[in-house]
């Protein structure tokens, strides 16, 4: 019944830009913290964003801080991360998930549901 949605995904070159979407439902999207999530190859999946039931509260990996901006729409159910200035470590499979922890020191706590993911390539 939950079912979360990512779209956006594709190929982009180094130093572009990049917008992924989730949609959310089968959950009260509003009351639900919501996170970006990522892996490579031979890698464990790495935290990237985490965001709060509004804008207010948002965490980011070191990695991508300064270049990726978590947001919702909690209106439309929707989770976006915005990535800018990618670069080739940026390719990875991302995943968005759902969960009832706004927790930031340890962002896969709390995550309960999650999305099929959605390749992101970055050539360089």
């Known amino acids: 019944q939950v079912q979360l949605v990512e779209s956006g995904g594709g190929s982009v070159q180094t130093g572009g830009s990049l917008t992924l979407s989730c949609t959310i439902s089968?959950?009260?999207?509003?009351?639900?913290?919501m996170g970006w999530f990522r892996q490579t190859p031979g890698k464990e999946r790495e935290f990237v964003a985490l965001?709060?039931?509004?804008?207010?509260?948002?965490h980011y990996s070191d990695s991508v801080k300064g270049r990726f901006a978590v947001s919702r729409d909690n209106f439309k159910n929707t989770l976006y991360l915005q990535m800018n200035r990618l670069r080739s470590e940026d390719t990875a499979v991302y995943y968005c998930?759902?969960?009832?922890?706004?927790?930031?020191?340890?962002?896969?706590?709390?995550?309960?549901?999650w999305g099929k993911g959605a390749l992101v390539t970055v050539d360089s």
């Open positions: 089968g959950i009260h999207f509003n009351d639900s913290p």
């Open positions: 998930a759902a969960g009832s922890i706004y927790y930031p020191s340890e962002p896969f706590t709390g995550m309960d549901y």
């Open positions: 965001i709060g039931r509004d804008s207010k509260n948002q």
